[in-house]
Structures are given as structure tokens and as C-alpha cells.
């Protein structure tokens, strides 16, 4: 699990096609890789990837099929700027929300305008998604756990502190540009649990035992 609170950029350093499959090599910046070792997770630009192999300015990881297709991976370049997180430990403080690193689709930017020193974002996810998206609510662009604040049918607007800009790769994000996004944990799971419960409620076989029954057959008085 990730917080959305990034603690380096780093970049591509190098992108292997494997078929359908990536294997990236990331120079981290200044991420401290002291206490990673094979197999944790990093998120990379939001995707949580497992390390396969450790340098000691970087490390390299393998992208699926699947995560391939969900992800702006498919696109993305040599030298190309990422925001780097390594996974929450049971000390780390949680001072974003709780992202899985599991991306859900590919939003688009529609629109980027300064207000006052922060920079606004207006951006189109899939419309698929736009149920899950809230005003007030936490959703994470590339990584980055941000705020909801204010929603247009499946649209929805950003602001982006310049704090946040200058440590994350959203600082150079322009009109045109795509991110990947994960919506909240909750509201995926609260979705699933309430429309589990429904078809459970709706397979069940319907009873012929009723009130009038029971006073008929003498159990009921």
C-alpha cells in the first residue's frame, strides 16, 4: 500500500519491450533505496511495481500485459520523468490516502489555468469511472493523492498546490497530456459489497412459507 505522497522524481533510464510486456530500469533520484531489497514495491507514477533487480541510483522492475494496457507505460520514453514512492510500513505516517498502486485507466487533461500561485486542472477520465469520483474525495493522478474539487458529469477539477508542483512531475503538466489514475479503495469496495449483497438477496429462493401459512397449520395464534 502507498500514501500518494511522493518522495522523489526520478526518470526511465532505460525501457525494454518484452512482447506485451515492459522491463523498466528507473534512475530514483533522490529516493533512499537504503532499506529496499528484491521484491518490494515502488509505485512508479502511481503503478506499484515489485524490484527484480537493485542498483545503487535505481532499480528495475517488470511491467504485465494487463498493467500495460491500463497505464501510459505503453507510451512513455527513455528519460521520461516519474514520481517515485516506496510502499507504507506500519511506522510510515499516512499523509495522503490509501492507494493500492493497482491504476484503474488513463485521464486525460483538458485544461490547465493558473489561480493565484496554484495551478488548476480540468481532465476527463474514463467515463466508466466517473462514478467513483466525488466531490471532496481523494483520488491519486500519477501517483500523486490528491483532492477532487469540483465535478462536472464524469469530469473533474484539480488544484494543485505549489509545494505539490514542485515535487511531483504535475508541475509540467499541459493540455493534452494523459495520467494514470486510481479512484478511492472505498468507493470500489463499497460498490462491490453493495451490489454483491443485492444479486445475493435477488439468487436466493423465494420462501412459500408464509404468515397466513403458519396461522393456518396451527403455529401462530
Given at each position: 500500500m502507498f ?72 507510451h ?76 462536472q ?10 509545494h ?58
Open positions: 500514501t500518494g505522497i511522493i518522495e522523489s522524481v526520478g526518470h526511465l533510464r532505460k525501457v525494454e519491450r518484452r512482447g506485451d510486456d515492459i522491463r523498466l530500469t528507473v534512475a530514483s533520484g533522490k529516493l533512499d533505496l537504503s532499506d529496499v531489497k528484491l521484491g518490494d514495491s515502488i509505485a512508479t507514477n502511481g503503478v506499484c511495481l515489485t524490484v527484480v533487480e537493485l542498483m545503487s541510483d535505481g532499480y528495475v522492475a517488470d511491467i504485465s500485459a494487463e498493467t500495460v494496457s491500463l497505464t501510459g507505460f505503453s512513455y520514453q527513455v528519460g521520461k520523468a516519474v514520481n517515485l514512492e516506496k510502499a507504507v510500513t506500519p511506522t510510515t505516517r499516512l499523509g495522503g490516502h490509501m492507494v493500492s498502486g493497482h491504476v484503474d485507466g488513463i485521464a486525460h487533461v483538458d485544461d490547465r489555468q493558473f489561480r493565484g500561485q496554484a495551478i488548476e486542472f480540468w481532465l476527463s477520465p474514463p467515463p466508466e469511472l466517473g462514478r467513483y469520483i466525488a466531490h471532496k474525495g481523494s483520488i491519486t493522478i500519477d501517483g500523486v493523492s490528491l483532492t477532487v474539487n469540483e465535478v458529469g464524469h469530469k473533474f477539477r484539480l488544484t494543485i498546490v505549489p505539490t508542483a514542485g515535487e511531483t512531475t504535475l508541475v509540467d503538466l499541459k493540455a493534452g497530456d494523459s495520467v494514470n489514475i486510481e479512484v478511492d479503495l472505498i468507493a470500489r469496495h463499497l460498490e462491490r459489497l453493495m451490489s454483491y449483497g443485492s444479486q445475493a438477496q435477488d439468487s436466493k429462493p423465494k420462501s412459500e412459507v408464509t404468515m397466513e401459512l403458519l396461522a393456518r397449520s396451527g403455529f401462530l395464534r
